[in-house]
């Protein structure tokens, strides 16, 4: 049986939401158009998709290609339940109607993450204990909320800039939001920038929790200097700390043989934020999908002859 994971993209290696001068000129249908011709399954979303769930069906169906999922900027750090739950429903809607079965949480309550002149080190943090614990609490209740209207799983996403950033973050973030309403989304990228020097640590301890990936490479050089320098996230991004798997410090075999032996089902999707003049689209996309797709293969390759996956 081969491994149950599909190869996706998001189109941030076309064009960058936060940074529009970063591939803002490139239409949607360059991006869906190559990815596909790569080889790519799915996409995940970006401003340029249509917003309506069945032109976005339509549009994607043009290109063969999937919808993987689609971030959702949700404020649970600092709101209430009952807020979110009202201003979800059009994305939710859109996710559900596109054969979805994740939705990828990012916690933008305080973050700096979008303030290009704003240090990482000036990202938020819980006060104490009770902080973290009404947090968490708000999380299992929107997760179940969404399982139970939308049948989406709630994917949070460690982000740098924001409240859960560093490794001792996802930790506490696991331990008090429940398994049953609340999965991780975990990012290599930001795992490394983050601070865990092995990706692949961290997410061993987390491995029953990961419901979608993110594969970033980073150039280790640069992560360093952004840390030493006091970078912004916006800064860091272009001047490359990210990149594509198989162009950058992280064991992906590694982290893929972990996940396999987990038995992680769903997506695998490339993500790296990079200006596509000094990092060409098409070029560092194939690189991602190659080196992923060739991981994959070996793994299935390795199984027992019939091996459930």
Known sequence: MTW???IGINPISWSNDDLPELGGDTPLETALREGAEIGFEGFELGNKFPGEPQALAAKLAEFGVACVSGWYSGRLAEGTVDDEIRQCVGHMTKLRHNGCRVVVYGEVAGS???QIDTPLSRRPRFAGDGQWQAYGRRLNAFGAHLQETYGLTLAYHHHMGAYVE???DVDRLMAET????????????HAYF???AEPLDLLRKHLGRVVHVHCKDVRAQVVARARSEQWSFLTSVLNGAFTVPGDGAIDFQAVLSALFAAGYEGWLVVEAEQDPALAPSYQYAKLGYQTLRGIVTGLDA???SGAAR
């Open 112 to 114: 700096v993450q979008g």
């Open 4 to 6: 149950n994971v599909r």
């Open 194 to 196: 983050g601070g865990a």
């Open 302 to 304: 390795s199984a027992p």
């Open 166 to 168: 560093a490794p001792e």
């Open 178 to 189: 429940d398994a049953a309403s609340v999965g991780l989304l975990f990012d290599t990228g």
